[in-house]
Structure formats: C-alpha cells, structure tokens
C-alpha cells in the first residue's frame, strides 16, 4: 500500500493539540466580519440612495449585493492560503458544535453500527487529507451551510458539512472539452438553460430578498455573451456537480493525464493476487492499461443502489415539486421582466435573442475565441503547445546549432531546408526525454543527427545509434561536424532491419528508446518493431515516438478541395515514402494494445502554413472547432512500459490490420 503523502502538512496525533496554520489574528478579524455580515436584514427601501446618511442609516444593515461586508469577507477567503482554508472550514465546523465524535456517531447511525471504530478514524482522516488535496490541486471549495446531512433526524446528523465547488467559468479553463461534459440535468439549471448554485435556486425559487437581482444577473451573464450564444445555447459557467467534474478535468488537462470516454471495464488484470490493471473496450478495441499505484473503480452509489435511489429519491421528489414547479419558475420569470426598466436602444431584447436565432449570422470560431477572418492562420484553428526550448537557450541559438550539422557526403546547403522546416519538431522530441543522468537511450533512424545532436547537447546520456541503408553490413560510422561549434564528431551505428529483424541488442538494455518519423515508413507490420522496443527497454523504461499526423489541418483541407492525401511515389524505395500514416487513435490502440502505457501524447504544428489550397480556414475552422488540438502537423507522444506489460501477447488492431492470419506469431518470439 501506498504512503498516504501531506503535501508538507502535518497530521496531528489524536492526543496532541491542533497545529493550525491560520493565525489568531486572522481568526479573529473573520469572526468580526462574519458578525458584521449576520446582522444583515432584507432590503426595505429599494429607492436607497448611494449615502447611508440620506435614508438615516437605514441601507447600513441592508443585505445588497455590493455589500462591501460581503465582498471584503470573499477577499479575505481568497488570500489565505490552502492550509489556512482548511483550518478556518475546521474550525467554523467547532464552534457549530461539530466535532469527529459528533461525526462519528452519525456515522456509526447511519451505518447500523456495523463499522469497526479504526475504519471509522481512517475515513475521518482521509477525507480531510482529500480536501486537502483537491485544494492543492486548484479545486476551489466552500461550504454550504444550507444543505443538511442525508439523514438529518439522526444524531449527530446537522446541516453545513457540505463543500461546494465555486462556479467558474468551464469555457474559458476547458475550452472544446467542455462539450464533451454532459448537460446539467433540467432539475440543476434554470429553465433546462441557465445554470444555477443550490442558493441561487433556493433564493429564486422561494422568492426570499434578493431573488430578483439574482435572477436578473444570471440571465444577463447568460444573454449578453453574444460569441457563446451564437456558438451554443449551452452555459458556458459550470456549478454544483458540473463544476467539479470540469474542475477535475482542468487539474487532468493541466497534468497531461488522458481520458478516454465511452470505454467498457472488461475485466481487472491481477498478478499474484494483486489488482495492477485492467482489460477495457474502446471503439471496438480491447485496451490492457497497467496501473503504477492502484485501480480506482468509481461506480457511483445511487446508481447501482435501487432502494436508496428510491429513497432518496422520493424525498429530493417531494422537495423539487413543492418549490421549483415550472410554473412558478416562469411567472417568477414573466414578472421580474415586466417590473424592470427597457433596456437601451442598442441592447437586443431577450425576445429576439430567444426567438430569432436563425438570424444570428455564422462566424467561425478560433482557440482564444476570437472571430476567424479570411486573412486567419494556422495558428487561429491548430492549437499546438509552447516550444518547449532548452534553459538558457534562445530559438535563434539554438537554429544555428541545427543548422550548422553537416553530416559527410552530404552538402550543409543541401540539409539546411530540412532543418528549417522540421526544426519545432526537433525541439518538442527533445522535450520528451527524461533529463536522468546515466540513462542508456537508442535512437533508431539516427541519420541525419540533428536529434543526436540536442541529445549529446542537453541530455547526460550513453547513446546508441541505428540505422538503416539497405546496404551491406551490420555496423557502420558516420563523421559528422557541427560547424558552429567546430566539432567533428565519428558515430558508429548498428544496420538492420526494425520492421524483419530482431534487435542486435540484450533484452532490458535501454532507459530509452527514440522511434521518430519512423512508422510512418513501415511496410507491412509496426507490431514487430514496437514488440523489439519493448523487449529491449528496462521495465519502466520510456518510448519516445513521433510522426505526422494524419488528421491534421493541411490534409483536412485537402479533402474537402477533393486533393489527394497519400505521398508521392518515392525513387529511394519502398521505405522511401509514408506508407501508412496514424491518427492519434490510432496510436493509442496500437501502443496500449502492445503493453506501453501512455504518459503523453499531443499533436503540434512544425512546418509554417502551407499555401495554395483552395479552401479558405474561414470555411473550415466551424467544422473543425472541436478538434482544435487534434490538428496538428506532428503527433508526438511517450509511453512506458512494466515488468508485466513486457511479457504480454502482442496485439494488431482490427482496424489497422486486414488479411492477416488470426494466430500469426511475431517473428522471433515464437
């Protein structure tokens, strides 16, 4: 079992005194704002005006939504840091009467006394290391004092211990992933369009002081974004369940971590009595994932539990039916409209908005959502990551570097328009090898050494190199010269094979292996290449793969101006030309199905826009806007392998592979 890590927080022992990280200073400045903030009382005189002084005082006490009281206590919350947060929610919940035996006896209730007293303190425990977490993490929490425990009537069962995600804008910190959230279901939003906070609804639903303001915020917030509107009748701002599933996905995008949807749980993988992955199903797929720590399988309670679903599900019934009727909803609606001032000649009524969207004139979109003119880039629609340069490196130094690699018999002129367009993709395949000293990495298809060159450069590393000449001989050496520098520098090399061969090297031989711009080449079977790699990395060991994507924004265009996609015939061969181009779906079934778990993968512009094609971005950026980070030129991506995953049965994809004999054995595992 995994260490249960603090995060530099300590966790006091049941008999030592709380090691609080807030001050009491702090404490006692919340605790007169909060007093301050209590004392409010319902707007009496809507007419008010801005100085306290001309109603005699009466506005001081008024509970207004630009109440400075309110606002301040907000600033105060947000400036403190994680730490702080947390020993303030602690301590709200104390001075309420809360305490771990008040929970634990509701827990114990609740439980029919069937939970052994060291779960109990164990789940106590993690909870508050999980809050802890999701807060370092960027998950911003507060309590919801108005939601009460499940079984309330229970004792130890109270109101408050409910944390609720601050609402945030999903657009703007997900962008096109936010379309691959499900809706909020019609019981959690305003009129199945406008989404809401559980004290937004309670205030408008129940009419209490305030409720008109509120709901005149959220539709304006809602209707005055004109872009969004005209790209989606969805809400673009996240609450409730909605904002901490997009708030995991942020924490997720941020991390680099994949999510695969629509995928099936076949079944748990277990060695030696230990779960350590799984075997799941995804587009017709089977994918076998290995785990580094554990398996997580969420499936929910209500879901697979009919008789709490039942339960509860009356009593969340009885309470929606009683309050947030339709009907009610909409005179609500209907009145706040009518009792509000018209608005100014150049703001378009809510009616037309609503009642006239075939009128709305199309616009395409592009990642920072601006409107995409005719004049648009590559850069408006194809969304690649920062170039990821060196430390202490500039783009022009580093160009010069590449540029001046001169390998013999090969004119520097000649290479030099190579490394001019491919010089980004250098630079990101680079970034994707591990900075350990000491690490033993193998390039294949090392000629012409620019990437060798980056890695003798950046990397402290043993290096082998191979290549492939379709020429006699199994080793050979290469002079090359780095004039910038005035290197000269003799690689020897190892010939053969990778697609027919097996691999002239031990088995767990390599930290690292590079098989860049590679596959695309292949003839007949990557399985066999992959199968090598695999066999000749230590267990954990890194593949490092790059290759063009074949779904990228120039072949897109090409499509629909009915051009041809495939490479030209090559005069160098069969290995001369791409022969089979992936996307990243592909790859993805075609590394996981061989036993590499993938750490990264990302596809990235390199080449400048290619000119000439007869289909304008402007025309095509609407029917591309939810693939905005799948279009680049290059796919690059990293991946792991295991002890277990090395001794797993190669597998060929269906939908890579047709005509092939169903027990074929890779050649040289039999």
Not at 470 to 482: A, F, L, N
Not at 546 to 564: Q, S, W, Y
């Amino acid at each position: 079992m995994a260490a249960t890590q603090h995060h530099g927080r300590k966790s006091p022992t049941p008999a030592s005194a709380p090691n609080l990280e807030i001050s009491p200073a702090k404490v006692w400045f919340f605790i007169q704002k909060a007093r301050e903030f209590d004392v409010k009382d319902v707007v009496t005189d809507e007419g008010s005006g801005s100085n306290a002084t001309d109603d005699g005082n009466l506005s001081v006490l008024e509970d207004r939504g630009d109440d400075p009281t309110y606002t301040e206590l907000r600033m105060f919350i947000n400036a403190l840091t994680e730490d702080e947060q947390v020993d303030l929610v602690a301590l709200t919940w104390l001075g309420r009467g809360d305490s771990d035996e008040v929970v634990k006896d509701y827990l114990r209730q609740t439980s029919g006394g069937d939970i052994r007293p060291e779960l109990l303190e164990r789940y106590l425990h993690a909870g508050r290391e999980m809050v802890h977490y999701l807060l370092s993490i960027g998950i911003q929490l507060e309590p919801h004092e108005g939601t009460p425990d499940y079984f309330s009537e229970l004792p130890g069962g109270v109101g408050g211990r409910s944390l609720m995600v601050v609402p945030f804008d999903g657009a703007a910190a997900l962008g096109d992933e936010l379309f691959k959230m499900r809706p909020a279901s019609p019981i959690f939003s305003l009129l199945d369009r406008y989404a809401i906070t559980a004290n937004e609804g309670g205030t408008i639903a129940l009419r209490l002081p305030g409720w008109r303001r509120t709901f005149l915020r959220l539709l304006a917030s809602y209707w005055l974004n004109i872009p969004w509107r005209r790209k989606t009748r969805r809400d673009r701002r996240l609450t409730l369940g909605g904002a901490l599933v997009g708030s995991l996905r942020k924490a997720m995008l941020d991390r680099a971590i994949p999510l695969r949807l629509n995928t099936e749980l076949m079944e748990l993988s277990v060695t030696d009595g230990t779960v350590t992955g799984a075997v799941f199903r995804h587009l017709g797929q089977e994918l076998r994932l290995t785990a580094r720590c554990g398996v997580v399988l969420a499936t929910g309670g209500f879901e697979h539990n009919q008789s709490m679903r039942e339960q509860m599900g009356e009593r969340g019934r009885n309470y929606v039916v009683s309050r947030y009727i339709p009907e009610r909803v909409r005179e609500s609606l209907v009145e706040t409209i009518e009792s509000c001032p018209q608005p100014h000649a150049s703001v378009a009524p809510v009616s037309r908005l609503l009642d006239a969207p075939g009128q709305i004139a199309p616009v395409a979109y592009s990642t920072n959502g601006k409107n995409v003119s005719d004049e648009a880039t590559l850069e408006d629609i194809s969304k690649s990551p920062p170039l990821p340069l060196p430390a202490g490196w500039s783009e022009d130094d580093l160009r010069r570097l590449i540029s001046s690699v001169q390998v013999e018999d090969a004119s520097i002129e000649e290479l030099k328009p190579y490394v001019e367009a491919d010089f980004k993709r250098f630079v990101y395949t680079l970034s994707l090898v591990p900075k350990q000293s000491g690490q033993r990495i193998l390039e294949l298809g090392a000629n012409p050494y620019f990437t060798t060159t980056l890695l003798r450069e950046f990397r402290s590393a043993d290096l082998h190199l191979a290549n492939f000449f379709d020429k006699p001989g199994r080793e050979g050496k290469q002079k090359v010269t780095i004039h910038s520098t005035g290197e000269v520098i003799e690689y020897s090399f190892k010939q053969f094979n990778i697609e027919e061969e097996i691999f002239p090297y031990d088995d767990n031989s390599f930290d690292v292996v590079l098989f860049c711009e590679i596959i695309e080449h292949l003839l007949t079977d990557p399985v066999h290449a992959l199968t090598e790699i695999r066999r000749v990395l230590k267990p954990g060991g890194d593949l490092v793969l790059t290759t063009p994507n074949v779904a990228r924004l120039d072949n897109a265009r090409k499509i629909i101006a009915g051009e041809n996609v495939y490479d030209p015939y090559s005069g160098h061969g069969p290995y001369g030309r791409h022969n089979r181009e992936y996307t990243q779906e592909d790859l993805f079934s075609l590394l996981n199905g061989n036993g590499f778990t993938v750490r990264t993968i990302f596809t990235a512009d390199v080449h400048p826009e290619t000119a000439g094609s007869s289909v304008s971005l402007r025309t095509l950026a609407p029917l591309l806007r939810n693939r905005q980070a799948d279009l680049g030129q290059y796919i690059f991506c990293r991946c792991s392998v295991s002890t277990e995953s090395k001794r797993l049965t190669p597998i060929r994809p269906e939908r890579l592979y047709r005509s092939r004999r169903e027990k074929e054995a890779v050649p040289g595992l039999e």
